[in-house]
């Protein structure tokens, strides 16, 4: 009788790591490691001991020193007197300001811009083409300079608002003024208002947080979970019957009576700017560099999103909106309900794109003399304290945070709207 046998195994080779695929790719991603870390190392190693020689060790205590500097424009509480790690703190939140602004703006104009270039208006839709090719086209920083010359030469001087007969005049029922300077609108003002709690004990940190805004985020968010919830009865019903309740109002009312309510318990009322001495004075003073940057940004960002949302649109077969007509969806419904879920799994991806770039085109805004975080930590701090290799490295950090925020928070929105697959 023969007995087979299993043929014995072959011994593990060195040989094997170069020779077989098995071990192959492990072995150079593991070379290729190594040899970035050894990189990495040689740097920090090369860096450390060119700033001993120069006698700069490095440090972050420059952060906590007095800055000795302004800030045009500012959301918190600052002045010179304050530490460089406080201006860096304000520069950063004005850059935020125009990158919040800056993307709500732009996904708006973005994709009412790439609705109107499908539009069977010859008319229309040659305008929207001709917005978005001279826009995208020409460098942002172009039009963050020129907008901001429109402004300086075309706006008048706040004198120019002084005597009997001005030469200009306030606009919007006289609560708004156009200046050369900037901007000046109402400010929200409340008669009995709940105060502000201060948060974090440090100087460089202290920030006061109105206990107004507070209450008015928390009926906002109520009142827009509430009237998620009434959409999602809406949806149910019609899935069952057929008949889409009519709860537009509902939806209108849990949104605005309640802060209605809150308005009216606070004692709302709006602080109007006036002209006094040689410049107003009083509500929100928004400076000409501000709002430059912010509609530079917003123009140019909503021509390629313009683009994203066409192309998006048109990805989506025409079939699937001829069906969903023949089965009587209203046009507002196929769009909500067919054409957009699946036209987002083609924009959300290149809108994120946009979004990081709009909040990194930020930067730019020393153009101007916007003072945000490149101009405070990566501009002025730098200058006064030597600290090239701390400021650039802090800076690289916070927007690579930022960036990844961002990425983070679509990637997520991503997610929940992408069409389930069975």
């Not at 229309?124 to 907008?147: A, G, H, Q």
């Not at 003002?189 to 502000?196: A, C, I, K, M, P």
């Not at 400076?287 to 123009?299: F, T």
């Not at 390629?304 to 069906?323: D, K, N, P, Y």
């Amino acid at each position: 009788m023969t007995t087979l046998t299993d043929p014995p195994k072959a011994s593990f080779r060195l040989s094997m790591l170069i020779y077989d695929t098995r071990y192959r790719s492990m072995t150079i991603q593991i070379v290729a490691l190594i040899g970035f870390l050894i990189l990495i190392g040689w740097l920090i190693s090369n860096t450390a001991q060119n700033l001993a020689d120069l006698g700069k060790q490095p440090s972050f205590g420059f952060l906590f020193e007095p800055a000795g500097y302004d800030i045009n424009q500012r959301l918190l509480d600052y002045n010179s007197q304050h530490t460089h790690l406080r201006a860096a703190f304000i520069g950063l939140l004005n850059t935020l300001l125009v990158a919040v602004l800056g993307c709500i703006t732009a996904t708006i104009l973005g994709v009412i811009i790439g609705v109107l270039r499908l539009s069977k208006n010859w008319l229309i839709s040659k305008l929207m083409t001709v917005y978005v090719e001279t826009f995208r086209n020409v460098p942002v920083l172009l039009w963050i300079v020129f907008i901001m010359a429109i402004m300086i030469e075309t706006m008048p001087a706040p004198r120019a608002f002084r005597g009997e007969d001005p030469a200009a005049t306030m606009k919007v029922f006289d609560s708004v003024a156009l200046t050369n300077r900037g901007v000046y609108i109402p400010e929200p003002l409340f008669s009995n208002s709940l105060g502000n709690v201060h948060l974090f004990g440090a100087s460089s940190f202290r920030f006061d947080v109105s206990l107004d805004l507070v209450a008015f985020l928390v009926v906002l968010f109520a009142g827009l979970y509430a009237s998620f919830k009434i959409k999602q009865r809406a949806d149910r019903m019609q899935e069952s019957t057929g008949v889409r309740p009519t709860t537009w109002y509902l939806r209108l009312g849990v949104v605005l009576i309640p802060v209605a309510i809150l308005f009216a318990v606070l004692g709302f009322h709006l602080g109007y700017p006036a002209l006094k001495g040689f410049n107003f004075k009083g509500g929100i003073y928004m400076r000409n560099s501000l709002i430059a940057l912010w509609l530079a940004l917003s123009l140019y960002t909503a021509a390629f999103i313009a683009e994203i949302v066409r192309a998006g649109i048109l990805a989506i077969s025409h079939g699937q909106t001829e069906a969903a007509s023949a089965l009587g969806l209203r046009p507002n419904r196929t769009m909500n309900l067919v054409v957009l879920p699946q036209a987002l799994r083609v924009i959300i991806p290149p809108l994120i794109s946009n979004y990081l770039n709009l909040t990194k085109n930020s930067s730019l805004a020393i153009a101007v003399g916007y003072m945000d975080l490149t101009g405070t930590l990566m501009g002025i701090t730098l200058n006064q304290t030597g600290r090239e290799l701390e400021t650039v490295l802090l800076g690289m950090g916070i927007y690579l945070a930022i960036s990844l925020t961002i990425s983070f928070v679509m990637n997520w929105y991503n997610k929940r709207v992408k069409l389930v697959e069975r």
